[in-house]
Every structure is written in C-alpha cells, then in structure tokens.
C-alpha cells in the first residue's frame, strides 16, 4: 500500500521505523555515514509512504546474527528428548497391545543421537572455557557472515 499516510502520527512513526533501520544498516556497515546524512534527511522531509519505502529499497539485507552455543545446545537435547519420549510411547503401546516384550528398537534411536549430543555438549563446554560463546552463522549469500566480504560488499557501503 503506497501514497499519503492516515495521521501526522502514523507517518511520524513510519519516519522513526525509517531513520531506526537506517541507524541499524550503519551499525552494521551496510552504509556509509554521509549515505545515512543524505537518507535520514530525506526521511525527515518524506510525506507520503512510497518515499520512505524508496530510502530502504536499495539497502543490502542484514547479515545473520551469530547464535549462541547454549541455545543451539538446548534446542537439539530439546527436540532428541521429544523424538525420543515418541518412540518410547509407541514402543511400550505395541509391547502393551501384544502382551509381550519386544526388540527395543527405540535404543537405536536413543544411542547415537544422544552420543553425538554428548560429545557436542562437551565440546561446547570445553570451547566455552575458552571464551567462545557464540558460532558464526552460515548464509548461502555470503558464507560466514563473520568473514571478511569487502570485495563482494556493493558499492557506498562501508567495511564492518
């Protein structure tokens, strides 16, 4: 939806949204500081939606936030623990309906999954002793986004 905004207040919002994003595209060296003078000023003077959508258009995407150790940790024994706890329900259900025991064939679910989480576990706490808290994220676009990319970074964006 393009054209003049409902309200003073509703524009005076999407300018401070506008000169926000702006701000953050310096902070992360996707724009050069006189590019930030000449766009938030045009920010300031927009009146109508199209012009400020026009300051963000051409701007390149952020890179990906690095992810902390612990919480990659805690999500993958989280989702092992719920995998794990539905074969184990549908284990006891067919040893149940049967009236007799079966292979337990859930441990070769349980086993390796959990074996590889415990050496990844260890190995995240060995690194954390270290001083290492958060892993560089992957994108198909850049590669590590904590790489250095200043000869593919697009013309008027600053070095990070």
């Known amino acids: 939806m393009t054209g003049p905004l409902s309200s003073p207040t509703h524009l005076d919002d999407r300018i401070s ?16 500081l006189d590019e930030f003078d000449r766009r938030s000023a045009a920010a300031v003077a927009a009146t109508d939606r199209t012009r400020l959508d026009a300051l963000l258009r051409d701007l390149p995407p952020a890179p990906p936030r690095p992810v902390r150790v612990r919480t990659l940790l805690a999500a993958a024994w989280a989702h092992w623990a719920l ?14 309906s049967a009236g007799e025991f079966h292979y337990p064939w859930p441990v070769w679910v ?11 576990t260890v190995g995240a706490t060995v690194a954390a002793r270290r001083g290492v808290t958060t892993l560089p994220t992957w994108s198909c676009r850049s590669g590590f986004a904590d790489a250095d990319r200043s000869a593919d970074r697009p013309a008027g964006t600053a070095a990070r």
């Open 110 to 120: 349980l086993g390796p999954w959990g074996a590889v989480l415990v050496v990844h």
């Open 17 to 32: 949204r506008t000169v926000d994003a702006l701000t953050a595209a310096v902070g992360d060296g996707r724009l050069t």
């Open 83 to 96: 995998v794990n706890s539905i074969c184990l329900v549908v284990y006891v259900a067919i040893c149940l």
